[in-house]
């Protein structure tokens, strides 16, 4: 309950603003959709367990393996290991990722023009919290 709270608290919020003024990419297709993922994503997310605040991800595929960053952008550093068990199928992405010692399983489908999903945090095989989120390619 303690890294529940310390990861509350550690979070920032960032105003819908930002994500207004930007343009959506278009809409993967094909055998060439994996590619269209390659980039920065970053937009706010939401969480009954948290404060409203924004992530930022970033893809890369220099050669045949991912290279996946993902960060809670806060005033405080946050405990995050790096993003495991990230795939592409299709319109769909989806990844691990610990972060102040819990198991995140993140969701997302490309719809509308943006990455939207759903991370789900679990510690000790219980959730202890779940997010929402859209993302915007910049």
Same mark, same amino acid.
């Given at each position: 309950? &303690? ?15 930002? *994500?207004?003024?930007? /343009?959506? $990419?278009?809409?993967?297709?094909? !055998?060439? =959709?994996?590619?269209s993922f390659v980039g920065t994503w970053? %937009?706010?997310?939401?969480? @009954? !367990? ?8 970033? &893809?890369?595929?220099?050669?045949? =393996? ?6 809670? /952008? ?7 290991? @790096? ?6 199928? %299709?319109?769909? *992405? $989806?990844? /691990?990722q610990d972060v102040m010692g819990l198991?995140?399983?993140?969701? =997302?489908?490309?719809? %509308?023009?943006? *990455?939207? !999903? @759903?991370?789900?945090c679990s510690q000790n095989g219980a959730? =202890? ?5 859209? *993302?915007?390619?910049?």
């Amino acid at each position: 309950m &303690i890294r529940i709270a310390a990861f509350t608290i550690a979070l920032v919020t960032l105003g819908p603003g930002h *994500l207004a003024a930007q /343009v959506p $990419s278009p809409e993967p297709r094909g !055998g060439a =959709a994996s590619q269209s993922f390659v980039g920065t994503w970053v %937009g706010p997310y939401q969480s @009954e !367990g948290a404060p409203p605040g924004s992530i930022r991800l970033v &893809i890369a595929k220099p050669d045949t =393996a991912w290279r996946v960053t993902l960060e809670v /952008v806060s005033d405080q550093p946050i405990a995050a290991e @790096e993003v495991r068990e990230f795939k592409v199928e %299709g319109n769909t *992405l $989806s990844w /691990v990722q610990d972060v102040m010692g819990l198991e995140c399983r993140t969701l =997302a489908k490309y719809e %509308g023009g943006g *990455l939207k !999903g @759903e991370t789900e945090c679990s510690q000790n095989g219980a959730v =202890a919290i779940t997010a929402t989120f859209l *993302l915007i390619k910049q």
